[in-house]
């Protein structure tokens, strides 16, 4: 008899299961694959800002091919700035801070490696909040850089999503 109940359960969790695999799939819910991008090379030109190398790894995994210089580039991105800023959010009432806003932003603009005129400057910003205690000084450091990073990743990966929407005649 005992056999008859977990044959029962078996064929419920089965059922659930499958229910759950339809209802996910039903949604539209796909995992993150390779991007499609209307170019095969990207040359990446501006200064050593903590981004690009972010970037160059994305595309890389993407298959683009990241070249050291702009010949022969179908696409050319130039990375103008990044910023990252950190303000009071909110204050105890003995004066003393109890939460931080983060911000960063990133600046860039592209062209097609044929084509003379740069596209529009566009801007990617993330903001993160955090609350704070100087009984925590490093846990709390390490909570910043981590949200950073989280930050750059974000901005990166909003970067990514727009030079797939790139639109030119490559050579």
Known sequence: ?????????????????????????????????????????IYIQGGNL??????IKQLKINDVKVLETSEGAELIVELINETYEKRILSLSGGGLVREFELNYKAT???????????????????????????????????????????????????IMRRLTAVRFTPK
Do not use: H
């Open 1 to 41: 008899m005992q056999n008859a109940g977990s044959n029962s359960v078996t064929r419920l969790g089965l059922f659930l299961a499958f229910l759950l695999t339809f209802l996910v799939s039903a949604c539209g819910f796909q995992l993150r694959g390779v991007a499609d991008f209307p170019f095969k090379t």
């Open 50 to 55: 903590s981004l690009k190398k972010d970037l």
């Open 108 to 158: 860039f603009r592209t062209r097609a490696a044929d084509n003379p005129i740069w596209s529009q400057v566009q801007t990617v910003q993330t903001r993160r909040d955090f609350s704070y205690s100087d009984n925590a000084l490093l846990g709390k450091a390490e909570e910043e850089a981590g949200l950073n990073l989280d930050m750059r990743k974000d901005v990166t990966r909003e």
